[in-house]
């Protein structure tokens, strides 16, 4: 069975960082791109960040290009989510996710 938990979430003052973790479990996770999508406050779901099956090529939404890195370290299966230059919009709950599967997400609050 296909299990994704997030972890790191918390909460920072606008400009500081924070490593969002995923441990995924259940399917062959060297296999599988991946993504992190994101559900801030009364808002739809927003994606973020997808890596490819090496970790070789990532792709940023806009509003995070430049100060978020997506990682992966295939042996460990876990996804990583590193979240610099932090803006109180970047507020919201964070799912790691393949496709049709999500995690129950982190909660990353931006706030001085």
């Known amino acids: 069975q296909v299990q994704l938990v997030e972890s790191g979430g918390g909460l920072v003052q606008p400009g500081g960082s924070l490593r969002l973790s995923c441990a995924a479990s259940g399917f062959t996770f060297s296999s599988y791109w991946m993504y992190w999508v994101r559900q801030a406050p009364g808002k739809g779901l927003e994606w973020v960040s997808a890596i490819n099956t090496g970790g070789g090529s990532t792709y940023y939404a806009d509003s995070v290009k430049g100060r978020f890195t997506i990682s992966r370290d295939n042996a460990k299966n876990t996804l990583y989510l590193q979240m610099n230059s932090l803006k109180s919009e970047d507020t919201a709950v964070y799912y790691c996710?393949?496709?049709?599967?999500w995690g129950q997400g982190t909660q990353v609050t931006v706030s001085s």
């Open positions: 996710s393949i496709a049709g599967y």
